[in-house]
């Protein structure tokens, strides 16, 4: 095919892509001259010498240009001759609708001379070292070869070089300490029969070293083993020579795919089907602010007030603009602190865990993918409802590697929905099944394992998680009676209270609200960090005369859980609070102030109250609890009869007081609510009027 056109090659030299085309188009079928077939070959040259190798899309998107011009050139050369190129035009065809997802570079593997020479005269002995140098693993392994066969003593040399970088968290240890790993490996290669001479081969980890190879020499080095979650979800085995923590990093190294694993040892299966990473540098993430004049600065660069970040919490940025949907100002201040509060503990701190109870169609879900938005994570909320317990825990599969679970792999706060539904399945066992969590939950560092494996790891996050209530525990007594107590106090447990439910469904009645700004994620994380790496200053005594003025209204049962956890859990609640203020009103103090303590009260309160739906009305009107401690339970309605109550001088007929009320509230609720009172004491009837407790209490009437 190509003999014809032996005067144009003489000045042209074809190419190996012009070469695949020739290959396909028979000139030796065309029915004309020895001068016009020459013509022609010379035409395709011409058309194909533009042609590139096909190793990036640009060249590709050349070739198909290339290829169109050299098709309509054979269309009518066979149109005009009745020649046959049915081959050509088809690889063609193909060629311009083969899309590529995914393509294989080899790596770069020269050393220059000058480095090579640096690493002989340091290293004559077998080593492991660290460079600078951003070497790939084919020259990390080119650089063992050339030291190897240029040294007279054949030293082993490893590298740790600074090519990759990932981040992500560590999310557990392999190996509790320091574990003895070989990385390089000296081989002698069998000769062949007819010959004496034997081969000596360098091998790096990694590396598939071939059968009937004898190693007769390697170098090991002691490291960390530990398991690593990037930010773009892939799973690595982190080998570091420095200790870390089980938190975030930004990791430099070198990231290998490991090819052979049997010559490092049955121990170490785990590094099978991972890829590994040699740790050259690791920096912890802990923040990024590191003083309170830094984080007003970011504060005032971001233009954050109160109200900006109320917004900003309640928020979900969508294609379509920022939506807003709008929860009660309590509600939101108590969300910052659970976000912005340090852990606390006397021998392991961690942090206040939030459960939220409430029936379907409440605002939870889409509270939740607003405050996911925020987290930074990667991991997506978790779906109870079709999820189990072995999802969120460590967990073992036979032949496969253990699962760190959920709640280990997130960094700062994992989200769970429809809670309930995960431990559905386990509440006959509940000491068994919910107290795998317990330790996780408190951030404590242990080890897990099975006949399958062993891993060590802890929890870093704080979990936010929300349910439908299972059936029966639309109460807190209800609750404890079908869970562990131990379990549940690891929880500050919130029941929707109807104030809140009924202000939801008001705000989806009404047009959507849209947010003018946004704060980017990472300042908000930068604050949140820093907020959650100090302690802020009050008066524990206060904390934990607050906390006791509610034990009265606890049954024995109940008692048991808010006194197991409930102090710490009120502490976190303050420090938040503390920290929600002073972050708004640029206080560098941090210290509480009357106005702190009363709003922890508040929140508090309102907590407490929501656990006893179904038993409100019995605890306001039993005596034996203080009436100050009662107030805190007074419904929105009954809060509003005291308050016209106190503008009508704090005393009234009963007439002049239910004209007032039938304002704001129906006659029957009013009446009800008014009998509630009366009861409970907190309004007295005496003479034909209606008194304050708070009046009467002074009075003395």
């Not at 058309?47 to 309509?72: C, H």
Request: charged share 30%; with cysteine.
């Amino acid at each position: 095919m190509l003999e014809d056109s032996d005067s144009y090659q003489k000045n042209e030299v074809i190419k190996v892509d012009q070469q695949i085309i020739f290959k396909l188009i028979n000139l030796d079928t065309l029915n004309v001259t020895k001068e016009e077939k020459a013509d022609i070959h010379g035409v395709l040259i011409k058309l194909s010498y533009e042609i590139n190798p096909s190793t990036s899309d640009l060249n590709i998107k050349n070739n198909i240009k290339v290829i169109e011009e050299i098709e309509k050139f054979l269309l009518t050369i066979q149109e005009k001759h009745k020649a046959d190129f049915k081959k050509a035009i088809e690889f063609f065809r193909y060629y311009k609708s083969t899309n590529i997802l995914h393509r294989s570079i080899p790596e770069e593997n020269g050393i220059e001379d000058p480095f090579l020479q640096s690493v002989i005269a340091k290293n004559t002995q077998n080593s492991i070292i660290k460079v600078s140098e951003p070497l790939n693993y084919e020259q990390v392994k080119n650089l063992a070869r050339l030291v190897f066969e240029d040294t007279q003593n054949k030293p082993l040399i490893f590298t740790i070089s600074n090519k990759h970088r990932i981040e992500g968290k560590v999310i557990g240890e392999i190996e509790q300490k320091k574990i003895k790993l070989p990385v390089a490996w000296k081989a002698e290669i069998s000769p062949k029969e007819d010959s004496d001479k034997k081969t000596y081969v360098a091998y790096v980890f990694g590396q598939k070293i071939p059968k009937r190879t004898k190693i007769i020499d390697e170098i090991s080095g002691e490291f960390y083993l530990y398991r690593f979650l990037s930010k773009d979800t892939k799973e690595y085995v982190l080998i570091s020579t420095e200790k870390l923590n089980l938190d975030d990093y930004t990791v430099h190294g070198l990231s290998i795919e490991v090819e052979d694993t049997k010559i490092i040892g049955d121990a170490y299966r785990l590094l099978n089907k991972f890829p590994v990473f040699f740790v050259h540098t690791a920096n912890s993430h802990i923040c990024t602010l590191t003083n309170h004049k830094e984080l007003f600065a970011k504060c005032d660069e971001i233009k954050l007030t109160g109200n900006k970040l109320y917004e900003y919490l309640q928020s979900h940025k969508t294609a379509e603009g920022i939506k807003i949907l709008e929860h009660p100002r309590w509600f939101l201040k108590f969300i910052a602190a659970f976000l912005f509060h340090k852990k606390k503990g006397i021998t392991s701190a961690y942090p206040m865990h939030l459960l939220w109870i409430a029936d379907r169609g409440t605002g939870k879900s889409s509270f939740l993918e607003a405050l996911h938005q925020k987290s930074g994570e990667s991991q997506e909320i978790v779906a109870g409802s079709s999820s189990t317990l072995k999802y969120l825990i460590p967990s073992f599969k036979e032949q496969n590697r253990p699962e760190m679970g959920a709640l280990a792999k997130a960094s700062r706060l994992v989200i769970v929905d429809e809670f309930f539904r995960i431990l559905r399945l386990n509440i006959n066992e509940k000491e068994d099944e919910c107290g795998r969590m317990n330790d996780l939950l408190e951030h404590k560092d242990r080890q897990a394992g099975s006949g399958q494996g062993r891993i060590r790891t802890s929890m870093t996050a704080r979990l936010m998680a929300t349910t439908n209530p299972i059936a029966g525990t639309n109460n807190i007594v209800s609750l404890v009676d079908k869970f562990d107590d131990s379990f549940l106090s690891r929880f500050l447990i919130y029941y929707q209270t109807d104030d809140h439910v009924k202000f939801i469904h008001q705000r989806m009645k009404e047009d959507p609200q849209l947010a003018k700004e946004w704060i980017e994620v990472n300042d908000f994380l930068s604050i949140q960090d820093y907020l959650q790496s100090f302690d802020s200053q009050y008066k524990r005594e206060r904390v934990v005369k607050l906390c006791d003025k509610f034990i009265p209204f606890l049954s024995e049962t109940v008692r048991g859980l808010y006194e197991a956890r409930y102090l710490h859990h009120l502490e976190c609640l303050l420090d938040g609070i503390i920290k929600v203020r002073c972050l708004t009103t640029r206080d560098s103090n941090f210290t509480a102030t009357e106005e702190d303590y009363q709003e922890a009260e508040f929140v508090w309160s309102i907590i407490i109250k929501s656990w006893f739906k179904q038993t409100i009305d019995e605890l306001l009107k039993d005596s034996k609890i203080p009436l100050e401690v009662r107030s805190k339970f007074i419904p929105e309605e009954g809060i509003y009869i005291l308050r016209t109550l106190a503008n009508l001088g704090f005393k009234a007929t009963p007439t002049a007081l239910k004209e007032k009320c039938r304002l704001e509230m129906h006659q029957t609720r009013l009446h009800f609510n008014l009998s509630l009172l009366v009861q409970g004491g907190f309004i007295i009837e005496k003479n034909d009027l209606l008194y304050h407790y708070e009046w009467a209490e002074v009075e003395k009437i």
